[in-house]
């Protein structure tokens, strides 16, 4: 145990103590540390509604990323696009490859899933499902999506609230530390 600690010290003291020459003192800079405890729950029905949403999350959490670095790319790009119908080609293009790519695994999420995913669409990239939409295909479009949303109890036009969301942020926070 002494080695590990004498080890430790010696590790901050190469990469962590820091003088400025303006300065007479010496600081320390320490690297960050998460620390993470196990949940308790009150109730079995609490544990079963979080082990369910863990799941749920774990399971969109990575179209949520994609849908992100995807818009992001599409930004870029149609900036290039000087005409109107050249962006409308490019969108179109680009969202038939993305329904090629994952239609199948898309249309096998639950309705709580969906919810889910449009929660964390909207944790991502600061704006709503139905904005991203109405933005890209146009208002038609955008009531479209929204009525079939509707019909099977979602909605596209939820925002993430970091209050009422807590759970999810919690086990998003989870996800990116790798603990989950």
């Given at each position: 145990?002494k080695t590990?600690?004498?080890a430790l010290?010696i ?8 003088y400025s ?6 600081y320390?800079t ?7 405890s196990?949940?308790t729950f009150k ?6 509604d979080?082990n369910?949403l ?7 959490y990575?179209?949520s990323i994609y849908v992100?670095?995807?818009l992001?790319?599409m930004d870029?790009q149609l900036?290039?696009y000087?005409?109107k ?18 239609e199948?695994?898309?249309k ?18 600061n ?8 933005e890209?295909?146009?208002?038609m479009?955008?009531?479209l999506?929204?009525?079939v949303?509707l019909m ?6 939820v925002?993430?609230?970091?209050e009422?969301?807590k759970?999810?942020e919690d086990i998003v926070?989870?996800?990116e530390l790798g603990?989950?």
């Open positions: 145990m590990l600690i004498v010290f590790s901050i003291k190469a990469f962590a103590i820091q020459p303006l300065d007479s003192t010496y320390i320490l690297p960050t540390c998460d620390i993470v196990n949940r109730t079995v029905k609490e544990r079963t979080w369910v863990k799941a749920n999350v774990k399971k969109v990575p179209y992100k670095m995807k992001a790319e870029a900036a290039f000087k005409t119908k050249e962006k409308n080609t490019f969108i179109a293009k680009s969202e038939k490859e993305l329904i090629s790519s994952f199948s695994e898309i096998k999420l639950t309705v709580s899933q969906g919810k889910v995913l449009v929660k964390l669409i909207d944790k991502e990239t704006s709503t499902t139905y904005q991203i939409i109405r890209r295909r146009g208002v479009s955008s009531l999506w929204q009525g949303s099977f109890g979602g909605n596209l036009k925002e993430f609230n970091k009422s969301d759970n999810i926070n989870l996800i603990l989950l």
